[in-house]
C-alpha cells in the first residue's frame, strides 16, 4: 500500500514529477502551436502558387485542375508520411484550389 505521508496527497518527489511533465507538456504543445503557425503560412502561400497556377492553366484554354499532377502530389505526401500523407495532401489540394 502507499503511503500517502501525513497530509494524505503522496510523495513531494512524485507531486515534483507530475508538475516537471506538465510542464514539459505546455512546453511541447507551444512548439506544436509554432509549427501550426508555420504550416499553415506555408498552406496559404501554397495556396497563392496555386492559383496563380491556375489562371495560367485557364488563361490558356487548359482545366484549372490536373488529375495526374493531384496524384504525383498525393503520392509524394504517401511516400513521405505513411498512408495518411495522402489524406493531408488530399485536404492541401482542395484547400489550395481556391473553391469555395
Given at each position: ?9 503522496g ?7 507530475s508538475?516537471?511533465r ?34 495560367v492553366?485557364?488563361a ?10 493531384e ?10 508520411l ?19
Open positions: 500500500m502507499p503511503s500517502h505521508g501525513a497530509n494524505g496527497r510523495d513531494v518527489g512524485t507531486r515534483l514529477a508538475v516537471a506538465m510542464t514539459d507538456v505546455v512546453a511541447l504543445r507551444a512548439r506544436i502551436d509554432e509549427l501550426d503557425t508555420r504550416l499553415l503560412e506555408l498552406v496559404r502561400e501554397r495556396r497563392e502558387v496555386s492559383r496563380e497556377i491556375q489562371a492553366r485557364t490558356a484554354g487548359d482545366t484549372t485542375v490536373s488529375p495526374a499532377r496524384q504525383q502530389i498525393r503520392q509524394a505526401y504517401a511516400d513521405a505513411g498512408e495518411h500523407g495522402a489524406d493531408l495532401a488530399a485536404a492541401v489540394l482542395v484547400v489550395c484550389r481556391g473553391r469555395h
